[in-house]
């Protein structure tokens, strides 16, 4: 059984929908390509999957890209402050020596 999941490009990012389908890679495979505005994913369920098992995969799978994408926005938003915290910490450290 395959079926083919659209997500649109101005929402998400390739790098969420593949992180998704890497964490779902034991339950379906699927490829993903760039169509025009938005991204297709073709998934490829296992041959003994039946439609409703293929429905509610797909939907986790959605929740999943959307969860990949929430955690994009969030990195990106806080990488000031947690380069900030990380730099404070390693300046008490010792690591760098002053010359």
């Not at 505005?37 to 999943?64: G, H, M, N, W």
Request: with cysteine; hydrophobic share 40%.
């Amino acid at each position: 059984m395959e079926l083919q999941v659209f997500f649109d490009k101005a929402i998400y990012s390739a790098e969420a929908i593949k992180k998704a389908a890497y964490r779902f890679i034991d339950k379906f495979s699927a490829v993903i390509s760039e169509n025009g505005t938005s991204y297709s994913c073709f998934i490829k369920f296992p041959d003994k999957s039946t439609d409703a098992q293929a429905a509610r995969l797909v939907d986790e799978f959605k929740k999943e890209v959307l969860d990949q994408d929430l955690r994009e926005s969030i990195k990106r938003e806080t990488e000031g402050v947690r380069n900030l915290i990380l730099a404070h910490t390693f300046s008490k450290a010792g690591l760098i020596k002053d010359e």
